[in-house]
């Protein structure tokens, strides 16, 4: 009998990616399927061998493989003990159907940073409420992916302070409830990657890292006026208190429980 498997699946909050699936295997052999989404696969621990159009393949921890969808593949460990993977499932609005030949014939990535990003966006998605990180994360990789598919980088577009000042605004104005992305990009009539690029570039930080500022900045006040920190996560935007605490903590560097205290101190000197 086989050692039983680590799984982990769920699909995101997040518009664009249809399943989350991470997983430990040492001995199990996918049969020849299909899938109807595009698989973006990582590989942590061992190396995966794969048949894709019959052709034989290889993914090492050192690559992203990007199998398109419909087309026929199987799978299984190419190294002893197993192997560990991540992969994200994406909905096949996301790249554009006429590359799926270039994905048949180029799975394999070599492209450190577009890894990079991949892992980057799996951490993001491990933990509920940073809905717009993840969607500006996968907008810089589905960037990267079409420019391999298409064999050459695809050109950013020339940074524009008008959309940068112009999606500043509409987070002030929706910074509790939040914003998606692409409905910030159909409100302002751009592309969604041409608003992370240019709000970055403008400001030196990512719309969702400007997003969470100002959440903290009014929960500090929220706090400090006596409300309690479960009321205050609710009131300012964030998922629960977990959420809210390791925000919060990063940003102000300790926890909302301590920094009330020290308010509530301050009042009684």
């Known amino acids: 009998m086989g050692a039983r498997p680590d ?21 199990h052999a996918y049969p020849m399927h299909t899938h109807d989404a595009w698989t ?20 090492p921890s050192s690559v992203v493989t990007l199998l398109p969808p419909h087309i026929p593949h199987n799978g299984d460990a190419a190294t002893p003990g197993g192997f560990r993977k991540r992969v994200l499932y994406l ?10 030949g270039r994905a048949v014939d180029r799975p394999v990535l070599r492209d450190p940073r577009l890894r990079h990003r991949v892992d980057q966006l799996h951490r993001t998605l ?9 969607q500006s994360r996968l907008a810089l990789v589905s960037e990267r992916l079409a420019g391999h598919l298409s064999g050459e980088p695809v050109a950013p577009q020339v940074p ?20 998606p992305l ?25 719309p969702h890292q400007y997003l969470t500022a100002r959440r903290v900045d009014l929960a500090r006040r ?3 006026g006596g409300m309690r920190s479960p009321e205050v996560a609710a009131s300012v935007g964030f998922y629960d208190q977990s959420h809210f605490s390791r925000h919060f903590k990063r940003v102000v560097g300790t926890s ?13 000197l």
């Open 7 to 27: 799984i982990t699946a769920w699909r995101p909050r997040v518009e664009g990616i249809d399943e989350v699936f991470h997983a430990r295997f040492a001995d």
């Open 40 to 59: 973006l696969l990582i590989v942590d621990e061992g190396m995966v061998r794969y048949d894709l159009d019959r052709h034989e393949h290889g993914a």
């Open 91 to 100: 909905n096949t609005a996301q790249i554009d159907a006429d590359l799926v």
């Open 126 to 134: 491990e933990l509920p409420g940073d809905e717009l990180e993840a």
């Open 160 to 179: 524009d302070r008008r959309v940068a000042y112009a999606l500043r605004d509409l987070l002030d104005e929706r910074f509790v409830e939040g914003l």
């Open 182 to 206: 692409r409905d910030a990009a159909e409100r302002l009539h751009t592309h969604h990657t041409h608003l992370v690029r240019a709000f970055s570039r403008e400001f030196g930080m990512a």
């Open 222 to 224: 929220l706090l400090l």
């Open 256 to 268: 909302p429980g301590h920094y009330a205290r020290t308010g509530v101190a301050s009042r009684t």
